[in-house]
């Protein structure tokens, strides 16, 4: 049960942790040098009480301690109870939904030990939009991917606005970093994984009939950076090429709805 804990100011250093969040360099440099993450919103909250990350704390509008009853029953942690003028001013945004929560990030988990269990995965090169990587995080686990591997050049999936895209399902997926391209395609290799190079390039082969891989045992799908896609090394290195047809006036997709397609064609069968 969580200690409902009454905070009357925002210059409370208890509230420390939540403090500006709209301050995206100072945001990244604080989760990092004090190993937490924050969850916005109250399914977030949810997916986070319920993940592998430890509660650090909750901050709660007084008027939403009713709407949130199982969670505070579910936490071991502190929830500050302040008013909504208290809340704004200190993450320094409309927060309409009223409730947050800090977790404890874990160790990075070690590539080997992801791949050994997995048997579809998406590797991402050059993700750097943290709504693309929150999108794409929540397609994975809706759609029977096992794991997401953060190749050279991604944005951390654990920040604020991942969360919130992804539901805080992103806090459910097993994931791992690997930014040296060598290695990641020698440990795909020696884990038995086909690599699936997703690109628009019509010389690709079909995922809806040309690409003979989703029977595979363990797949891998490659996804690019918005824009310039997979690099000329990651493409020449996948086993195959696969692209989803699209009507002659579209040229590609936002790299989240292709990976959602993509999933949904590829991933393990889920229900």
Sequence with gaps: MAELVEVDGAEDPRLGDYAALTDAALRKRYEHQHGVL??????????LVTSAYPVRSLLVAR????DLTDVLAA?????????RPVLE??????????????????PPADLDQVLVTARRVAVLEGLNDHENLGALFRSARALGIDAVILGPG???PLYRRSIRVSMGHVLHVAQAWCRDLDHLFDRLAAHGFTTLALTPDPAADRLD?????????RLAVLLGAEGPGLSTDALGRADRRGRIVLADAVDSLNVAAAAAIAFHQLGRRCG
């Excluded at 936490?75 to 008013?83: G, L, N, Q």
Aim: with cysteine; hydrophobic share 40%; net charge negative.
């Design 38 to 47: 924050i969850a916005e919103g109250p399914n977030p909250v949810r997916e």
């Design 63 to 66: 008027e939403r301690l009713d």
């Design 75 to 83: 936490v071991d942690a502190p929830a500050y109870v302040v008013d």
């Design 89 to 106: 001013t200190v993450v320094r945004f409309r927060l309409h939904q009223g409730v947050l929560a800090c977790g404890e990030r874990l």
């Design 154 to 156: 991604c944005a951390d």
């Design 209 to 217: 009939g040309d690409v003979e891989v989703a029977s595979e045992d």
